[in-house]
């Protein structure tokens, strides 16, 4: 391409106009109406898009931790121990589950949360854990190598 002036350069917005429309038509193109087909009515559109979504993954990171917080303390609920002396308990048995996990064991695997529960329950008995006063010992655990510290 040959440019007799610096002002017909200038004017010449060639290909680069065509690729940057395009990748704006590309996200809106599930858009409806002219939020769809007009490019200057679809770059606001979808700059404003774009900016929710990057919200909503911070929003989406928070609800899930709430979500799995709640399911962790109702299975801690069901079997009768308190979330903090849950924790703290498998934390002093060095079993390392992270809120998923646990979140889905208490859901999905009921029986496997039994378990872990009723550990907890014995391992807070044994380091008398406050709060450890109303809870049995569960007769069905066996805590090797739990030393009082």
């Known amino acids: 391409m040959v440019f007799t002036t ?8 060639g290909p680069d106009e065509f690729w940057r429309k395009r990748k ?5 193109a599930h858009f409806s109406g002219r939020r769809r ?3 200057s009515i679809a770059i606001k559109a979808v700059h404003r ?14 609800d899930m931790i ?9 299975g801690c609920e ?8 849950f924790k703290d308990s498998l934390s002093r048995c060095d079993i390392q589950l ?22 907890a329950k014995s391992v807070s008995i044994d380091y008398n854990l406050p709060g450890t006063e109303k809870y049995d010992k569960p007769t069905n655990v066996v805590t090797r190598g739990l030393l009082k510290k």
Request: charged letters at 25%; aromatic letters at 8%; proline letters at 1%.
């Open 6 to 13: 610096a002002m017909m350069m200038v004017r010449s917005r």
């Open 24 to 28: 704006i038509f590309k996200i809106a």
């Open 66 to 74: 709430d979500l799995w917080n709640t399911r962790i303390r109702a």
């Open 78 to 85: 069901e079997h009768g121990i308190e979330i903090n002396n």
């Open 98 to 119: 992270n809120k998923k996990v646990l979140a889905d064991l208490a859901i999905w695997e009921p029986n496997s949360f039994k378990a872990l529960s009723d550990l």
């Open 37 to 39: 087909n007009c490019y």
């Open 49 to 62: 898009a774009l900016q929710f979504a990057t919200i909503g993954r911070t929003v989406r990171k928070s």
